[in-house]
């Protein structure tokens, strides 16, 4: 819909996102494939990524003319650093299973063959610990992955940002385009 905000707070896959940085477990995630935009989002939301040669990680938001979610872009920012994450984001590519590993996505890159045994292994290995401590980090690193504050005019200046665009032409151009499953045509208004 025009104007609105595809991402909001109670999006359901914002809750999902939600649900899985507040679990106090750890979330591993086997990725056998290519993940695009919210599914990317997903994944790289899990605690440890292992990963075949398969694997590929892109975010499409600017292919459709969407502005994503600042808390999205941080959680990218916080793992990729800002300049992998740019990239990721503006060039709306995919970012090879190889790659990933060495821009921090992917924890561990193994066969096919290997995904769910190796997986299954880091789990039995976690299992062992003691979940209460286990808990507490978790909590603890996504609390210090958020702990630059956000002045109250930032925000509202990057909810600007985020209006205009669902406010404009291209926005609207690139909803449709995806329903029509066409190339967009992006006029910058």
């Known amino acids: 819909m025009p104007g609105r905000d595809p991402l909001g707070y109670d999006d359901p896959l914002v809750r999902v996102l939600r649900e899985i940085q507040h679990l106090p477990m750890p979330v591993i995630a086997m990725i056998d494939s290519s ?22 990680f892109t975010m ?12 999205g872009l941080l959680r990218f920012m916080n ?3 800002i300049n992998t994450a740019k990239e990721m984001f503006f060039s709306a590519q ?5 790659r990933a590993q060495q821009v921090g996505i992917l924890n561990h890159l193994v066969p096919s063959e290997d995904l769910e045994a190796f997986t299954f ?5 976690i299992s062992r610990n003691s979940p209460l401590s286990i808990a507490a980090m978790k909590e603890s690193f996504r609390l210090l992955g ?13 909810q600007g940002l985020r209006r205009k665009v669902y406010d404009s032409h291209d926005y609207k151009e690139g909803i449709q385009s995806f329903l029509e ?7 910058g208004e």
């Open 35 to 56: 993940v695009w935009g919210g599914a990317c989002d997903v994944a790289l939301t899990c605690d440890i990524l292992i990963g075949t040669p398969k694997a590929q």
């Open 79 to 81: 793992i990729l650093g």
């Open 146 to 158: 958020n702990a630059s504050p956000l002045p109250p005019n930032m925000f509202e200046r990057i």
């Open 94 to 98: 995919p970012i090879p299973a190889e």
């Open 121 to 125: 292994a880091m789990a039995e290995k």
């Open 60 to 71: 499409t938001p600017a292919k459709i003319g969407v502005p994503y979610n600042p808390s």
């Open 181 to 187: 499953k066409r190339p967009p045509v992006f006029k």
